[in-house]
């Protein structure tokens, strides 16, 4: 019964900036990873940034240094802040969560997405 809801998406110049909030509902517990992932048209979907539970984090290499993911554990929300953004940039940013459950089961859950578009 988990639901990601996205939000935070729209038009913005390239160099401006957007932070993408995604929070999880109809469930209390607690995923051992969050993230987001981009699929611009025509291309497949790449992993932006994840963050575990723990907090450690991983970016792609095209978003490091400009993009910043976080978290908020009680909450079960993802923070994507992103800064100098480029045209490049562009795509349905999606949300994603993993939930280990039992005997090496996990489950996934993914947002239905929001667009991001850096045009002049």
């Known amino acids: 019964q988990v639901q990601l809801v996205e939000s935070g998406g729209g038009f913005i110049q390239p160099g401006g900036s957007l932070r993408l909030s995604c929070s999880a509902s109809?469930?209390?517990?607690?995923?051992?990873?969050m993230g987001w992932y981009r699929q611009a048209p025509g291309k497949e979907r790449e992993r932006v940034a994840i963050i575990t539970i723990s907090g450690f984090k991983n970016y792609a290499d095209s978003v490091k240094g400009r993009f910043t993911i976080s978290r908020d554990n009680a909450k079960n929300t993802v923070y994507l802040q992103m800064n100098s953004l480029k045209p490049e940039d562009t795509a349905v940013y999606y949300c994603k969560a993993l939930l280990s459950r039992t005997q090496g089961l996990i489950d996934s859950y993914w947002g239905q997405g929001t667009q991001v578009t850096v045009s002049s």
């Open positions: 109809g469930s209390i517990y607690r995923f051992d990873s």
